[in-house]
Structures are given as C-alpha cells and as structure tokens.
C-alpha cells in the first residue's frame, strides 16, 4: 500500500501525523480544527456553558497550536491529548460547572428542546423526579479528578486509557476513580445506576 502523501492536502493522513506536518506547515494545524472543534466545543458547552464554549474552545487549539512540538505520540493520540486541553480550561471555570449543578440541584424538571447538559442527560435515565436534586448535589460534591473522570469517560466518551493521557494520570487511577463515583451515585440515588450503558473500558 502506498504510503500517504504529507504534502498533499487532500490526502488522509493520521492525526498524528498531521500533527508533526504542522510544526513546518502551520497551516496545516488548520485541519486538526476542522477534525476536533465541533467535538471540543460541545464537550465544554455541556460541562459549562454555550458563551463559555465559544470562548474556551478557540483556547484549546490556541494551546495545542503553541504546543504542537511537544505532542509525543509514544504517549497517546491527538484526541485525548485535545481533552486535556480542554479539563484544564475547564479547571479555571470550576464556578460555572458548579453554578449549572446547582441550578439542575434546585430545578424539579427537566427541560426539553434545549442543549442539555450532560447531568441533565443522566437526570432524564432516572424516572423519580425527586432523584434529580440528589443526583446533581453528589456530581457537584465530587472531587474535581473524580468529576473530570466521570464526564471525560461519559460526556466525551473516552476509553479508560484515553482518560489517563488526558489527565496525565495512570491507567489504574481512572478505573478506580469511576468505580468509586458509580458506587457513590449508587448509593445516593438508593441503588438505582445513573450511569447504566457506560462500560468499564
């Protein structure tokens, strides 16, 4: 098979190889963007908010731009290499992920027809309305780590070993964290699995 032209923009080539592409050919970063942005930006629209969104996702691939000659690929792909980005912005907004809990926290319904949240999406599994305020206190009581876990895993829909190199934490971290999280939501909700569907890798 003959091998991909990197100087040819129309071929397909790998995101890592792109990636490297782009350390001479700036332009090129441009379609790493196209690739990731609409998945980058609903991920932060969901975990915060849409003006928010419009905001950080431009910083994410601004930074992933800037450091482009960092990228090792011995350590993982492109992809969770974004969501890192992504997490680490979202550290500097805490206060908005938690104000978007609290108002799910207080809200006795869940609204239909408007881009929901991924808590709202897991709020629409659970047929008790009363569990809802229950559900968002213990996502908003979470660790940061133990949030960032569940909703990468979840939201993002990252395997286990692409949450590890997101966050720059081991393997086994990840498993163990999401496993503490769904026994404790477990737990609050009296047994009922909010994350049901969700595998363990």
Known sequence: MTAPDLT????????????ALS???????GEIYDRYVSEIHAYLGRRLDRQAADDLTAEVFL?????????????????P?????????????RRTETRRLAALQRSATVHHGAE??????????????????RLAAELRA???????????????????????????IPYGTVGSRLSR???????????????HGDTDG
Do not use: C, M
């Not at 350390?23 to 970063?29: D, L, S, V």
């Not at 960032?148 to 590890?164: M, R």
């Not at 999280?181 to 994350?195: C, Y």
């Open 63 to 79: 930074a992933a731009f800037r450091k482009r000659e960092t990228f090792d690929p011995e350590r993982g792909e492109v992809r």
């Open 8 to 19: 040819d923009p129309t071929e397909a080539i790998s995101d890592a190889a792109l990636l």
């Open 181 to 195: 999280v769904r026994r404790k939501l477990r737990a609050a909700l009296g047994g009922i699995n909010p994350l």
């Open 23 to 29: 350390r001479r050919r700036p332009e090129r970063f």
């Open 116 to 133: 929901h949240s991924y808590e709202e999406r897991v709020v629409t599994r659970i047929d008790a309305a009363s569990a809802q305020g």
């Open 81 to 93: 290499w974004l969501y890192g980005f992504a997490t680490n912005l979202i550290s500097l907004h």
């Open 142 to 168: 979470l660790p940061d780590g133990d949030r960032d876990v569940l909703l990468l895993s979840a939201l993002g829909e990252l395997s286990h070993e692409e949450v590890a190199k997101a966050l720059d």
